[in-house]
Nanobody, 120 residues
Framework: QVQLVESGGGLVQPGGSLRLSCAASGSILSIVTMGWYRQTPGQERELVAS???????TYADSVKGRFTISRDNTKNTVYLQMNSLKSEDTAVYYC??????????????WGQGTQVTVSS
């Protein structure tokens, strides 16, 4: 099996920065895509940013120019640098990984979620 462990959430003032990390471990041959999603109460989970194994990135329009996603393939880790945070960025952030494993094959995994609160 594969586990995703997130870290880096917390409380920050508007205009501040946070960096989220998500490390994948377990039986992994490769990770095709790693990404970050977020969810607020009563809302559907939405894509924030994703990055392919090649390094190609995708961002939600609401975070373009403020957030940067990156990954370290040697550590099976994805990062989300969040700058110029706004109150509307407040949400639970979830890591997602599209993993190829030797026995299970290819499937998506989710982290447990980390709370990001932007408030003065």
């Amino acid at each position: 099996q594969v586990q995703l462990v997130e870290s880096g959430g917390g409380l920050v003032q508007p205009g501040g920065s946070l960096r989220l990390s998500c490390a994948a471990s377990g039986s992994i041959l490769s990770i095709v895509t790693m990404g970050w999603y977020r969810q607020t109460p009563g809302q559907e989970r939405e894509l924030v940013a994703s990055i392919l194994i090649s390094g190609t990135t995708t961002y939600a329009d609401s975070v373009k120019g403020r957030f940067t996603i990156s990954r370290d393939n040697t550590k099976n880790t994805v990062y989300l640098q969040m700058n110029s945070l706004k109150s509307e960025d407040t949400a639970v952030y979830y890591c997602n990984a599209d993993v190829v494993s030797p026995i299970v094959g290819r499937r998506h995994y989710w982290g447990q979620g980390t709370q990001v609160t932007v408030s003065s």
